[in-house]
């Protein structure tokens, strides 16, 4: 994952997390409120969840400045973040699980680590089809800057 640079940094890193949080189980509730047939605390839960979003992207501008990212940066964060997942992430969640014995949650953690790979892999194929899309722009603009270049010889003899 990403490394801390600052305490600021890492108390971004855990508002994030709990905003993330935050807007994930309000919307599980308003689920919850909704199938207990109650429209309106349903919708209470749905617009805080959206609040906590938008809170949740205020840190996260402040952790990943848009002016430092590109389309091949994002895939690289994904894919380090997803791989983190699958290889570290769930499987010490796992082994303590199993310590515990609590057996719903090891099959949980293996699952998630399973999807996490899945994730890594097609961040990873965007990666390629993305640094091939841009060989082959980059050969079309000098193509093109060629052909204007011929051109405004051509016009100017």
């Keep these: 994952m990403k490394h801390h640079h600052s305490e600021t940094e890492k108390n971004l890193e855990a508002a994030f997390a ?3 949080m935050a807007n994930r189980k309000y919307l599980y509730f308003a689920k919850i409120a909704r199938e207990l047939g109650n429209e309106e605390i349903a919708t209470l839960f749905e617009n805080t969840a959206h609040q906590e979003t938008a809170h949740a992207f205020a840190h996260l501008e402040l952790l ?6 590109s389309v091949e940066k994002l895939l690289e964060i994904a894919i380090e973040g997803e791989l983190y997942e699958t290889n570290h992430m769930y499987p010490e969640f796992e082994a303590t699980a199993r310590r515990e014995g609590k057996l ?5 953690f293996q699952e998630q680590a399973q999807e996490s790979a899945e994730h890594a892999v097609l961040f990873l194929q965007a990666a390629k089809r993305f ?6 722009e980059a050969h079309h603009a ?5 052909a204007l270049a011929n051109m405004q010889n051509v ?3």
């Design 155 to 157: 016009q100017s003899a």
């Design 104 to 108: 719903d949650a090891i099959s949980e």
């Design 142 to 146: 000098a193509r093109y800057q060629k």
């Design 131 to 136: 640094k091939a899309l841009t060989g082959v």
């Design 64 to 69: 990943y400045p848009k002016t430092g990212l």
């Design 18 to 20: 709990g905003e993330s």
